[in-house]
């Protein structure tokens, strides 16, 4: 191990939470890190700091410095904007983060996110857990730290920022249509303990209120239950076409043919009939808010 990737500040394992790790499979957003990277150290260089002291002046470890500057590790926004102060860089490092704003989560999250944004229609019904779009922050960890093989802190933190980035599709104007159908299970199950969920209840309240919005749920005494292969999920786009996922069709895989997006739609449109309407919903959810 060379000296670059020891650190010398007794506050490095905690201070590396200031940055996020980068996705392996993510060749253009490594590059975008490393260019930054670079550029952090060469402001570094022309201020005549050492990496300990910049970090010192920071307030975070040197080792975390190396990583940063080496591109093997993507700064946080506050990373940056103390960077701008520290060197006087007068904005040139703080405009950094448009730079890594769309490299900051897995791969897999921002392809998400980018077909989410563009969509002018979600089709969503969860089985298990509460659909990302309608999770709380601190509910969408408590879902990140039950996982196992077990995340390290900063994945979490990481994961749980990607999750709640992608919400901005409620902000959206014009507005897309939004539908989700829950389990009752979803609803009652208190993952995080009982205020995380209290405050969850609460949140789907005001998502449920919203014009664009369409929340329903699923009763566990149904008899019938179109759902039983899995969460189904299809995505429709302002040039017709659409995407579409189903747990227990066409091998889990992701759709786009016309014939077998049809079969999806037929599936979510029974799975909304069969649920509680959006305003029954709505005061059932306000129901168990009340027994929480």
Known sequence: MSVDEVGTEPGDSEVDESGWDIDPDDEPGAAMVATVGRQIKAWREAAGMRAGEFGAALGYGENLVYKVEGGRRIP?????????????????????????????????VRDLAKLEAKAVELLAYGDHNLHGLLQTAEYARALFEMRLPAYEPDQIEQAVAARVARQAIFQRSPAPALSFVQEEATLRRPLGGTMVLRRQLEHLVQTAQLR????????????????????????????????????????????????????????????????????ESLAFIKQLLGET
Do not use: C, W
């Open 76 to 108: 946080r926004p506050e990373f940056l904007d103390k960077a701008d102060e520290v060197l006087g860089a007068a904005g040139k490092i703080a405009m950094l983060k448009r730079e890594l704003a769309e490299v900051r989560y897995p791969k897999k």
């Open 212 to 279: 664009n919005v369409a929340i329903q749920v699923m009763p566990i005494d149904r008899e019938e239950h179109a759902g039983m292969q899995g969460e189904t999920q299809v995505l429709k786009f302002g040039d017709g076409s659409a995407l579409g996922r189903s747990e227990g069709a066409f091998n889990g895989r992701a759709v786009d043919d016309p014939k077998q997006l049809r079969i999806l739609e037929l599936r979510y449109g029974m799975i909304r009939a069969q649920a509680l309407t959006p305003r």
